[in-house]
């Protein structure tokens, strides 16, 4: 029975309206959602990059079921189930020092923040034009976008913003009081821009001159989504945190942040009731078992994609893809749901596909076949 209706009722008259939507997903397999009244889509966008083993992988339900049934909560006053061997499996694949568990992108921003400020001893910081770091007062004072970050304003934080890929503004702001500088490797919520390495090396030279932190935005280029664990690793830049979070635990709410040697959170710092729980860790350790099993293929699906819609320029890496449409990007976003796609509309009439890791090629065939049809 389709119960949408009473869902949007009970919405409308008791959640405050901060979201747009006019579809309810009810059920969810691999690459594929299912509606109120029952209609299949190929899901591309993935819970925003967050489903990145698909919805509902077998391996991922089971361990979350398995941990379900033992402990639930217990909080950080003690040593919790599975937390030690995630931040050591963490560790490992970003090839940074230590971890921190949280529960979102934006609390492991503030998190990663935090820790600049304390252990540089300043206060301000460098982040970049269109850049989206999350909407926690910490995290919204290095989110570029006006709208969403003015009307909150003072937020506690100073932050500067410059040009995304630009050297020579960066190195005009970044002083012996900058804390840290904080760059997506590619600028998701933006519309996919993807940078030239040659940016990061400037940025970690610029760091490294000034003292400040070289923090790298992770929450959406990480975790297998470009074809590496971490999108900076497309480079030789070696950051000094990392923010990790939506496909991290593959829809069970987390958040991380990695940190080099020499730069971690002393007793009584930093904390968090719920953060590193152990149905998190658990979920997570089996959402990462499964992107190491998925992780070497998601570079040719990436260049499926490509190939599939050159006419169009896309811009991807991995499973990262974004094509410039316009103004049509929101009736293109709707024409393709109702040929049984989901994408969505990034900023500036960017068109965002952001799929499973796991989806098929033949999945990944049809939405080429759809986009084609739509943008043709």
């Known amino acids: 029975m389709d119960n949408t209706g009473q869902m949007k009722t009970l919405d409308e008259r008791y ?17 594929k959602v299912w509606d109120g009244s029952g209609r299949e889509y190929i899901d591309c966008v993935a819970g925003i990059a967050v489903c990145s083993t698909g919805h509902c992988h077998p391996s991922v339900v089971k361990a979350l079921c398995d941990q379900a049934h033992e402990l639930i909560h217990c909080s950080n006053l003690y040593y919790i189930p599975h937390q030690g061997e995630l931040a050591k499996k963490l560790v490992e694949v970003t090839g940074m020092h ?8 934006a609390e492991a ?26 909407r926690t007062v910490g995290s919204l004072a290095v989110t570029h976008k006006p709208a969403i970050r003015e009307p909150f304003e003072p937020l506690g934080m100073s932050a500067t913003f410059v ?4 050297l020579e503004g960066l190195k005009k702001v970044v002083d012996s009081d900058t804390a840290g500088v904080i760059v997506e490797p590619i600028q998701g919520e933006a519309g996919v821009i993807i940078p030239p390495d040659s940016f990061f090396e400037g940025v970690r030279e610029i760091c490294d001159k000034t003292g400040a932190l070289m923090i790298v935005d992770e929450v959406q280029t990480g975790m297998g989504r470009t074809g590496t664990w971490l999108a900076i690793q497309h480079t030789k830049v070696k950051p000094d945190i990392v923010t990790l979070a939506k496909g991290i635990a593959s829809g069970f709410p987390m958040g991380a942040l990695v940190a080099r040697e020499g730069l971690e959170f002393k007793k009584s710092e930093h904390g968090s009731t719920f953060a590193g729980g152990p149905l998190a860790c658990a979920t997570a350790l089996a959402t990462i078992r499964v992107i190491e099993e998925t992780l070497p293929s998601v570079a040719a699906k990436g260049e499926r994609f490509r190939a599939g819609l050159a006419k169009y320029n896309p811009r991807v890496r991995g499973l990262m893809i974004g094509i410039t449409v316009g103004d049509k990007c929101p009736d293109v976003q709707k024409k393709c749901a109702e ?16 799929p499973p890791l796991t989806i098929s090629d033949a999945e990944i065939d049809q939405v080429v076949k759809v986009l084609n049809g739509i943008l043709g």
């Open 98 to 105: 230590k971890a921190f568990f949280a529960n979102s992108g």
């Open 339 to 354: 040929a049984g796609v989901l994408v969505n509309c990034a900023a500036d009439g960017n068109l965002r596909l952001v």
């Open 109 to 134: 921003t503030d998190g990663a923040l935090k820790l600049a400020r304390v252990r540089t001893g300043r206060k301000k910081f460098v982040a970049f034009a269109h850049g989206f770091h999350g």
């Open 15 to 31: 959640y405050m309206p901060a979201f747009s939507r006019d579809m309810a997903i009810v059920k969810g397999q691999g690459s």
């Open 163 to 166: 040009d995304y890929g630009d």
